[in-house]
């Protein structure tokens, strides 16, 4: 397993529920390891497996759930 951590803005505050309701159905999917609200309540933090996604899943996975996000900053983890 090879872990990456990825983090997106949010272009715009997202209602808590549906914020927390998309959140629990990415972490539903095979390969989204973690994703959680940063502190700045501004932005995601999201681990995957990159042996099983690559970045640009990711995002469309996150877009699905339609969460309004910017382009990532990739770290290793």
């Known amino acids: 397993m090879t872990k990456v951590e990825l983090r997106y803005k949010l272009l715009h505050k997202v209602a ?3 914020l ?3 959140i629990s159905r990415v972490h539903g999917v095979y ?3 973690r994703v959680s609200l940063e502190p700045s309540l501004d932005g995601l933090a999201v681990e995957y497996d990159a042996s099983r996604l690559n970045q640009l899943e990711v995002e469309e ?3 699905q ?3 309004p996000i910017e382009s990532a900053n990739e770290f290793g983890a």
């Open 31 to 33: 390969g989204m390891l």
């Open 61 to 63: 996975i996150l877009r």
């Open 20 to 22: 927390m309701d998309a």
């Open 16 to 18: 808590d529920e549906k």
């Open 65 to 67: 759930q339609n969460l």
